[in-house]
């Protein structure tokens, strides 16, 4: 059942020092951490990435099964683009030849990287989501458009947007679970047939849903509008951030995990040492 | 499809998570076939929940559901839990929201196709349950969408009884009704009772409870607080007052007229009229209090 699965990328609730980071900080060193991913140039590079990544997992204070679940739904993409890598890759010594198909020390070389790369990135994410609530997310993405209001972009509204897809994304996945119930409690199975069988049956879903959330959206502007919204006014915030002494060490921690990287990839360049 | 039974059925939201979350505990019960059960309790108390087991839409965590033949337990497979969902109907809590055909025929005769009723039957069902819900028959090919949302609560309703089941649930049919529609909608849920359909209707109206079923389940924190008669219930003000159950306006009325030294024959009369019906003996035997 829909409620019964824990939503890729959902917020767990929590107390740890990283829930309590602000979320501007959280989501720029999410982002910082998939550059510097790039950055790593050698094994002792990738170690020590993981270290950081492991760090992180440690201090977000979660089981380390839930950070495996994010991984375990693009299982197959990620075994997939590493097979690519294995076989077609070439260079270096060859172990194993059939046509083209080749497993060369270069190809193991190749798929190693975009292995480490691939649960580098993922587990980074969740980190990030798990530990943020997605409204939070929001607000610091809004903060981060700021700029773009000299662009004459209208941040104030794409925000505004923003904030009432998150809120809603829960609504329609309950939504989604009480119609599928209702369908199939009306006989439909929607796991069995064929792929056009199978695709049919969304019907009897995607209607009530689409008629649903038109409906929903509607009232939704009726009552934003009852209540004196004005796209254009400007906004003024519930919630507003603030930067805490945790917030500048984990700014300092970032750019310290950045230089270490950096002097990893000396390290290989015979620069160092 | 017959009796119902729970054995010791827990189930647990999201379990081995961080959020598991359990919503029935040690639940076991025993309905009758063709027995009229009213469950009443908190949001939260785990009503759903015991009612999406008992359609085959969550499976127990631990413990097992029968329901006539049909077994279900954790390891329950697909082909059981269809099987299951033949013989049981359930009407959600504001039904319309399922509509989705073209039109309301073709809505109607959705169920029973799906259970593989050759499709002159499932539309011979389709009218006979139409009909039942009163509806004109002018409305068979027009959207479900245009109709008002009383008509529309009743094309879903037939939806479901289009499908015979012989154990009906209801969750909180009369929300958002008005009192002619609610009381229209009790009588024909009375009447396939009458008929031999097993009802089971969730309900926050204790008058729905008094009037029509011959149990009342009460549930708490996930848990059986009561199962007994109507009558039992709304006599025991001990038990009503730890579930936070409010009797209903005939029976607090009889309460009222006792405390204020008026005995009635019958302290407990379920409905207004047979409240009226103790009213009038008294009144005949010469209204005088403490008689």
């Known amino acids: 059942m829909g409620n019964a699965k824990v939503i890729l990328g959902a917020y767990v609730p929590g107390s740890s020092w990283l829930h309590h980071l602000d979320p501007r900080v959280k989501l720029f060193s999410c982002f910082w951490y998939v550059v510097i991913v790039f950055l790593a140039s050698n094994w002792l590079g990738y170690l020590w990435l993981f270290i950081v990544l492991g760090t992180l997992i440690a201090l977000s204070r979660l089981p380390l099964k839930l950070y ?10 990620i075994l997939f683009t590493v097979a690519i890598q294995l076989l077609f890759s070439s260079g270096g010594h060859v172990y194993w030849q059939w046509g083209w198909l080749a497993i060369t020390s270069g190809g193991f070389y190749q798929s190693a990287i975009i292995l480490a790369r691939f649960i580098l990135i993922i587990t980074i994410s969740t980190v990030l989501t798990a530990t943020t609530p997605t409204l939070q997310l929001a607000a610091a993405m809004e903060a981060f458009m700021k700029p773009l209001r000299y662009l004459h972009v209208p941040v104030n509204q794409i925000a505004v947007m923003l904030m009432i897809i998150l809120r809603f994304i829960p609504t329609i996945m309950d939504e989604t679970t009480k119609v599928m119930n209702a369908q199939k409690s009306r006989g439909v199975n929607f ?3 064929s792929l056009i069988e199978r695709a049919r049956r969304l019907e009897p879903l995607l209607i009530p849903l689409f008629v649903g959330s038109f409906k929903r959206a509607e009232e939704l502007a009726t009552a934003m509008e009852a209540r004196g919204y004005d796209p254009d006014a400007p906004r003024t915030k519930y919630r507003v951030l603030h930067w805490h002494r945790n917030d500048t060490l984990a700014m300092i921690g970032l750019t310290l995990a950045t230089i270490i990287l950096l002097a990893t990839r000396l390290m290989s360049a015979g620069m160092l040492f | 499809m017959s009796a119902i039974e729970f054995l010791n059925v827990d189930y647990i939201y999201q379990a081995d998570t961080p959020m598991a979350a359990w919503a029935i505990k040690d639940f076991s019960l025993k309905l009758e076939t063709g027995s009229f059960t009213a469950i009443v309790g908190h949001t939260g108390s785990g009503k759903s929940t015991l009612m999406a ?12 559901l029968r329901v006539g033949e049909v077994v279900i337990d954790n390891r329950a497979d697909k082909k059981a839990l269809a099987r299951l969902r033949q013989g049981v109907g359930y009407v959600f809590q504001f039904p319309e929201s399922q509509l989705f055909a073209e039109t309301v025929l073709k809505d109607v005769m959705f169920g029973p196709l799906n259970l593989g009723v050759s499709p002159a039957q499932a539309k011979e069902q389709a009218l006979t349950a139409l009909e039942a819900l009163k509806l004109p028959s002018d409305i ?3 959207s479900p969408f245009e109709l008002s949302g009383g008509q529309m609560r009743r094309v879903a309703i037939a939806g479901v009884l289009a499908m015979h089941p012989s154990v009906l649930i209801l969750d909180e049919p009369t929300a958002g009704l008005d ?3 609610s009381t229209d909608l009790l009588d024909l849920v009375d009447e396939l009772h009458q008929k031999g359909t097993t009802i089971l209707m969730i309900t926050h109206q204790m008058e729905q409870a008094a009037r029509f079923a011959d149990h009342v389940l009460v549930m708490n924190h996930g848990q059986k607080a009561a199962f007994m ?8 003000a001990a038990l009503l007052n730890e579930a936070g159950i409010m009797p209903p306006a005939s029976v607090a009325f009889a309460q009222q007229l006792q405390s204020h030294g008026l005995r009635l024959a019958d302290s407990v009369p379920l409905t207004i009229e047979k409240l009226a019906d103790q009213l009038t003996i008294r009144l005949k035997q010469g209204g005088r209090a403490n008689g």
């Open chain 1, 68 to 77: 495996w679940r994010g991984i375990k739904p693009l299982f197959w993409i």
């Open chain 1, 191 to 193: 796991d069995e047939g």
């Open chain 2, 53 to 64: 087991m008992l359609d085959g839409l969550l499976v127990p965590t631990h413990g097992q």
């Open chain 2, 140 to 142: 068979n090919e027009r």
């Open chain 2, 179 to 181: 009192p002619q529609a």
């Open chain 2, 229 to 236: 008669t109507p009558h039992e219930l709304f006599s025991n």
